[in-house]
Structure formats: C-alpha cells, structure tokens
C-alpha cells in the first residue's frame, strides 16, 4: 500500500450506551427524575431498570453503568428528595429569625412545590417501605427524621420550654400523616396541608 504521509485513522467510534465524557451528572441527574416519575405514578417499588431508563430516554446498559444496580438508583433518589428538602428548608429559615417565624419555615419547606409533587409524595411513600428492609435507606429516613426534629426543636423550645419534645413529635407524626392523605387521594393539596398543620400550632402555641 502506498504512504501519504498522513497518520493511520484511528477507529474512535462509541459504543452506543458508553457514557460520553462530562455527561455523567446530567444522565445520573435524569435517571433520578425518572425514578421519582415511575415511582410515583407506578405507586410501588415494583418497577424495573428498564421502565426507568426508558422513561429518561436512555438504555438500560447506561444506567446499570452509572448506578449498578435497582436499589441504588432508589436509593440516589431518596438522597435527591431529602436533599431537596434541605434545600427548601435552609432557603426558609434564611429569612426567619423569629422562633415562630422559623417554625411556620419549616412547616411551609415541607409542603413546598417541589417536596408536595404528587409523584415526589409517591415516591418518599414508597421510600419508607424500603427502609424496612434496606439498611442504607433506614439510615437516610432517620437522618430526615433527625433534621426535622432538630428545626422543630429549635424553634419551639423558646416558645413551649418542656413541651416543645412532644409538639415537635406530634408535628412530624402530622406531616407524615398528611403526606400519606395525599399520596391516597386529591382531596388536599399543599395549601390545605400547610393549614392543617397551622391550626394544630394555633391551638398548642401560646
């Protein structure tokens, strides 16, 4: 064969499902969507790799690549959705400094637009029985658990001293209560949800 001169081409053409460089976030980041999306509409952990990748318009290779296996894409949306609520919740309390103003904070962070999606209430729903018998999301729930309490404590103890344990233990039993009313059916929306529990801190508040 005759030489121009020029180099060899080199083969460089992709496998179709490998990852291209840079774009790992961004498909980690729609996979997770799409979890929370077949999740919620789904109503039931009983979905498969495939329903999820499809769903975020990718192959099935590609997420089993970016997270190896069923449980630990739940679990990257459970984080996601905690996350999320922190979030919520440290842009609310940024402009609280009243221990009531912090209070009624928290509560509004819990039924923000994106913590009270219909498909995100689902999902955390569903999250909870996986908590049962995955460690790793029995640690994520306690660690919500934690941080719901703490901003509740810190707000109520300066306005109920000893009783603000047990208002912040009946507030958290309240939002839960309220999550699962929601995911069950359409008779409350996030503003009838926040007044629900506005009413109880009505009644227990001096």
């Not at 499902?17 to 498909?27: D, V």
């Not at 109520?156 to 309220?178: M, N």
Request: aromatic content about 8%; proline content about 4%; hydrophobic content about 50%.
């Amino acid at each position: 064969m005759v030489s121009f001169g020029f180099p060899a081409a080199v083969h460089t053409e992709r496998c179709p499902y490998m990852p291209k460089l840079g774009a790992e976030p961004i498909r980690k980041a729609a996979l997770i969507n799409a979890t929370i999306a077949t999740v919620g509409r789904k109503g039931s952990l009983d979905v498969t790799v495939a329903q999820i990748a499809r769903e975020a318009g990718m192959s099935t290779a590609l997420a089993h690549h970016y997270f190896g296996s069923k449980e630990r894409i739940f679990l990257a949306a459970m984080r996601h959705i905690l996350t999320q609520y922190r979030d919520t919740a440290s842009v609310a309390l940024k402009g609280a400094e009243a221990p009531r103003d912090r209070l009624f904070a928290v509560v509004r962070a819990s039924f923000g637009a994106e913590n009270f999606a219909r498909e995100t209430i689902a999902s955390w729903l569903n999250f909870y029985a996986l908590a049962l018998v995955e460690p790793e999301a029995g640690r994520l729930l306690r660690v919500y658990h934690r941080r719901l309490r703490s901003n509740l404590m810190v707000a109520l103890r300066p306005l109920v001293g000893a009783e603000a344990a047990g208002i912040a233990r009946t507030l958290g039993a309240l939002i839960d209560g309220v999550y699962l009313r929601a995911a069950l059916s359409d008779d409350i929306d996030a503003h009838a949800a926040e007044t629900l529990i506005l009413d109880y801190l009505g009644k227990v508040l001096p």
